[in-house]
T-cell receptor
Framework: QQPVQSPQAVILREGEDAVINCSSS?????VHWYRQKHGEAPVFLMI?????EQKGHEKISASFNEKKQQSSLYLTASQLSYSGTYFC?????????????FGRGTQLTVWP | DAGITQSPRHKVTETGTPVTLRCHQT?????MYWYRQDPGHGLRLIHY???????DKGEVSDGYSVSRSKTEDFLLTLESATSSQTSVYFC?????????????FGSGTRLTVV
């Protein structure tokens, strides 16, 4: 039930764009995105809900294709502060207890 | 202003000893979770709680037990620590079962079993 993330790693220059993908084999209620800096806790970025509602970040956007059980995170005009590991977390439609399954992460490095 | 704290932050213990990690929250959230994070595996759910005295197993629960006697505290116990339980442990809280506002994670406990 663990979602699959791709790519595993991305290296960018400041100002460049990146896309991170998340795919699940289960019917999903929602997809979460988190960023984790080295040695720190994951931090919630945004949630995408079944039905298309999106809640979260100003400069980072995402999409959720319910039929394909896929989500993509779009980082536009990357800044140095975007560096870190990005995780998607998925909530299955059948789950009633809020548990998330996390992908293995995508390591994003932004260079000046 | 952290609404969730974990203790200890670091611990080294010997194989075979019991270890208890504590997660304390001040948000009055009903849902609490224990995850472990290992390189290449991401975050994997150990146990979770959906209320006082209401707990259930996650995907990697063998060798772990939990207790929740108060809304604010969720304890994770390694009954007899093994080297395979060397990991970083994160506690998370959620406002509701739909997790509409995401998880808030604690700062983590780095556990080394020697």
């Amino acid at each position: 039930q663990q979602p699959v993330q791709s790519p595993q790693a991305v290296i960018l220059r400041e100002g460049e764009d990146a896309v991170i993908n998340c795919s699940s084999s289960k019917a999903l209620y929602s997809v979460h995105w988190y960023r984790q800096k080295h040695g720190e806790a994951p931090v919630f970025l945004m949630i995408l809900l079944k039905g298309g509602e999106q809640k979260g970040h100003e400069k980072i956007s995402a999409s959720f294709n319910e039929k394909k059980q896929q989500s993509s995170l779009y980082l536009t005009a990357s800044q140095l502060s975007y560096s870190g590991t990005y995780f998607c977390g998925t909530a299955d439609r059948g789950s009633t207890l809020g548990r998330l399954y996390f992908g293995r992460g995508t390591q994003l490095t932004v260079w000046p | 202003d952290a609404g969730i704290t974990q203790s200890p932050r670091h611990k080294v213990t010997e194989t075979g000893t019991p270890v208890t990690l504590r997660c304390h929250q001040t948000e009055n959230h009903r849902y609490m979770y224990w995850y472990r994070q290992d390189p290449g595996h991401g975050l994997r759910l150990i146990h979770y709680s959906y209320g006082v005295k209401d707990t259930d197993k996650g995907e990697v629960s063998d060798g772990y037990s939990v207790s929740r006697s108060k809304t604010e505290d969720f304890l994770l116990t390694l009954e007899s620590a093994t080297s395979s339980q060397t990991s970083v442990y994160f506690c998370a809280i959620s406002e509701n079962r739909w997790t509409d506002y995401g998880y808030t994670f604690g700062s983590g406990t780095r556990l080394t079993v020697v």
